[in-house]
Structures are given as structure tokens and as C-alpha cells.
């Protein structure tokens, strides 16, 4: 199981009901009961909620104690991946997570979606997938690097992330020169869960914009502890940073996601910033091609417990809108 839970913004089925089709009046459900061409509507005063879940091995969830919603410790199965579509005719991804009870039975249906959803809009369901599921729930959990992104070799040059290949050093922040095992890509609407974080120039010492995925963990060395973490050195999400000024949502268009592994999770420096790479666990194994996953299975030993954990901050020590504010004093010591 993994040490740390995951926060998943989601709606309860009963806030997505079948505005027109076949199951007209009925609530989401999953992918067995859904009926094609069937549009939902999004109840007006449908707000997201907060579903932690811990991973399992099998593939499967278990819901965490700091959940909103769902029974402590019940079993979720991530079902499948829909698509709806909005009026404007563009796609939507919602994964359908469900919750079971002791017995086996659906005791709730989740809907997560990939991209902001209006209420009192319809959505036409237009797609039901239960191969790619996991690999879209990988891909949200997976740290990425966009393009562009400037990453430090070995040799002290700074190189894009997309001009990268596999066998090239990059400089590690505790393990010297490593050279890189595999390289993801994918690209995807910027949107909801997908929209990358900006770090504007100078937030954190960052000789350039950065442009991170959202749960991308950030390596800072406080001279002072100044967030009361009890440490100096702390790695924390980019999301928990957003102030609306100097770290914001990049959302519109696509964006190119780039993920870098080593045989350990490593810290590497993106234009400036010390960064994590690749962590392989539960949640994001299903990002690796099978032939990879074969190839690399049984080598990655450094991917074993969750490395770097006993640094990680959470998003408690870092409610205030001037946090990033407050870390870069703490690393200059003033």
C-alpha cells in the first residue's frame, strides 16, 4: 500500500443523472449498466469531493481515513474510462471509480472527471473503455516535466526535456551522474487535473518559468524553518503553492508531459529548481509500455519504498497564499 494517500476530486453518481436517453432519470453508474448516446447533466449544485484513496497492489484503492467522501477503508475499483461529449462537440474523460462494500456490492459510483464539467450543461456519452483506464489514472498520478523544460546533465549542460534519450546523465541531487532508464510522453488537454503548474521566473529560484504537472514534489532547503515542518529540507507538491500570481494554472490548449526514470526515484534540477523524477508504485505502473515494464521488472530496486517520503509536506503547513513567498525567504535565511 502506499504510505501516502491520494486526493481525487470527484462527484458522487448521483450528481451526474441521465438528463436524456434511454436511462433517462438514472444516475451514472458503471461501465456494464451505461447506455451509448445517453446524455448527463451535472446537478447545479454538484460540488467535487474529496475521495482519498490508498493503492494497492492488485490495482484496486482503499479508501483512506482524511477522505470527504466514501467508507473508511472500503474497496474501490477503478471500472473504467468514459468520454463524454459537451455541446461545443469537444471530448471529455471521466473516470469511473466503484466503491464496494464488505459483501461485493456497488455501494457508490464515482465520476472523476479529466476536464471541467458545467452544470445544467449536457454531455453525451460517446465512448466506454475499461482497457485504458489504469494508464489514464497512471498518467494523472505520474510526475511529468513539460516541453521545453531545461534539465541539468551531468556534464553541466541544460538540455530540453524532449531532446533527452535514454542512456544520457543527468545530475542527481543524491546519487551524482545517473544515467536515464526510460522517457514517457504523452499529450493532453490542459485542463482540470491535467493543467500543468506555472512557476513564474524567480518563485523559487528558478533561473526560468517552470511548467510542472500539478502533484509534481518540489526539493527545497530552508535555511529556516519558516513553515514549521520541522526540517530544513522539505519536498512539496506544486499544486499546494498556487497563489494566483507567481504560481498559477496554465489551462487551454495541450500541453506535452514528459516523464524521465532512473532505476531509483531521484531529484534532478529543472531549470534551477531541484525536482523528483519517475516514482514506479501502484499508482503509476501503469504508465510503462508492457515490453518496458518487462524489460525494467525486478531491476528497479531503488523504487521500492517510497523514497524521499520522510521530506514530503503537506498541504496543511502550506494553506496561505504567500507560501512561496515564505520558502524563499526561509532558503535565503532572511
Not at 454538484?46 to 467508507?71: K, Y
Not at 473508511?72 to 474510462?81: E, H, M, N, Q, R
Not at 473516470?95 to 461485493?104: C, F, H, I, K, N
Not at 489514464?136 to 530540453?160: D, I, K
Request: glycine content about 8%; overall charge negative.
Amino acid at each position: 500500500m502506499s504510505e501516502t494517500a491520494q486526493a481525487l476530486q470527484v462527484y458522487p453518481a448521483a450528481m451526474l443523472p441521465v438528463s436524456n436517453g434511454a436511462n433517462l432519470g438514472d444516475n451514472l453508474s458503471f461501465a456494464a449498466d451505461l447506455m451509448l448516446d445517453d446524455s448527463y447533466q451535472l446537478a447545479p449544485e454538484a460540488a467535487p469531493q474529496r475521495l482519498s484513496l490508498h493503492a494497492l497492489e492488485n490495482g484496486h484503492f482503499r479508501v483512506a481515513d482524511n477522505t470527504e467522501t466514501g467508507c473508511v477503508g472500503a474497496t474501490v475499483v477503478l471500472d473504467s474510462c468514459i468520454t463524454l461529449m459537451d455541446s461545443q462537440s469537444q471530448p471529455i474523460e471521466v473516470l469511473l471509480l466503484v466503491e464496494v462494500d464488505g459483501t461485493g456490492h456497488v455501494a457508490q459510483v464515482y465520476a472523476m472527471p479529466l476536464a471541467p464539467l458545467e452544470p445544467k450543461s449536457d454531455y453525451r456519452l460517446v465512448g466506454i473503455d475499461a482497457e485504458t483506464a489504469h494508464l489514464r489514472f497512471a498518467q494523472v498520478a505520474c510526475v511529468s516535466f513539460t516541453r521545453g523544460t531545461r534539465l541539468s546533465l551531468a556534464t553541466g549542460e541544460q538540455r530540453a526535456v524532449e531532446e533527452l534519450q535514454v542512456g544520457d546523465k543527468l545530475l542527481t541531487r543524491d546519487a551524482g551522474p545517473q544515467p536515464i532508464r526510460w522517457i514517457g510522453q504523452h499529450t493532453v488537454r490542459a485542463m482540470g487535473e491535467f493543467a500543468p503548474v506555472h512557476i513564474a521566473k524567480g518563485t523559487l529560484h528558478n533561473e526560468r518559468d517552470l511548467l510542472v504537472s500539478p502533484d509534481h514534489r518540489l526539493f527545497v532547503y530552508q535555511r529556516e524553518d519558516r513553515l514549521g515542518a520541522g526540517r530544513a529540507e522539505v519536498l512539496l507538491k506544486a499544486r499546494h503553492l498556487l497563489n494566483g500570481e507567481s504560481v498559477t494554472r496554465q489551462e487551454g490548449g495541450f500541453v506535452d508531459y514528459f516523464q524521465i526514470l532512473f532505476d531509483a526515484h531521484q531529484i534532478v534540477f529543472a531549470e534551477g529548481i531541484a525536482a523528483e523524477t519517475l516514482l514506479i508504485e501502484a499508482r503509476t505502473r501503469s504508465a510503462l509500455p508492457a515490453d518496458v515494464a518487462e524489460t525494467l521488472g525486478g531491476t528497479l530496486a531503488g523504487h521500492a519504498s517510497r523514497a524521499h517520503s520522510e521530506f514530503e509536506v503537506g498541504q496543511s503547513l502550506l494553506n496561505r497564499p504567500d507560501a512561496a513567498e515564505l520558502l524563499l525567504r526561509a532558503s535565503r535565511g532572511v
